[in-house]
């Protein structure tokens, strides 16, 4: 066993036991290492999946860590005299140091060695641009001023660029890549830039055409991809209300 088939062994061993910095640790290596007789790193989808699962697992904890803190110190911002506050605030700067730093890792890893130009391997292109544009998104969620800026326009970039490679390559519209750059590109429009307008609209394109499509739908993508259709459904239902409201 190499050291590549080594790691990629250990990264599943970490993520059954949930031990996902380790995890983490493991597939980093792997999607910085070319295998023998590639000029540069591509990952089989196994590997794919727990690049994404491995660093999707070590984010979601402190985002949802920030949004709790972030709530506490708005209740103890309505105390004048609360003498709790600065400690809330200095939890919530370190929470805000940790997700940048972890975002920013991610980001890097896919530019310097996953992300490049050419018509192969297009699927995973898009599923690595996807993921940029993802990690921009979370740093959009506590960000302020220059940055906040900074990371919208990174995150819309990396999303156009995905959605652009997938069109030109004709990737079926069923794919769950693709449904998944559709739902997440459209959460940052309604999230992010608040415009509900615009997340509507393509998530129901990406509906549609994928429900126009389904004949072309791979048995082994089939799970996934009525997954996200259901999610992308369920937003459309919520945010066509939001729409009509304003």
Known sequence: MDAIAKHVYMARIAEQVERYQEMVDHIKYVASHPKEGQ??????????????????????????????????????????????????????????????????????????????????NVEDQVFYLKMVGDYYRYLAEFQTGEALAESKANADQ?????????????????????????LNYSVFYYEILNNPDKACELAKHAFDSAVADLDSLQENDYKDATLILQLLRDNLTLWTTDVDQN
């Open 39 to 120: 000029d540069h790193v591509i990952l089989t989808k196994d590997e794919r999946s727990l690049l994404s699962v491995a660093y999707k697992n070590i984010v979601s904890g402190r985002r949802a860590s920030w949004r709790s803190v972030k709530s506490s110190e708005q209740k103890e911002s309505a105390h004048r005299d609360s003498t709790v506050l600065p400690m809330i605030v200095a939890l919530r700067e370190k929470i805000e140091k940790e997700l940048t730093d972890i975002c920013m890792e991610i980001i890097t890893l896919l530019r310097d060695y996953l992300i490049f130009n050419g018509k192969e």
């Open 158 to 182: 990396a999303y156009q660029e995905a959605m652009k490679r997938g069109q030109e390559a004709n990737l079926s519209p069923t794919i769950p890549v693709l449904l998944g750059l559709a």
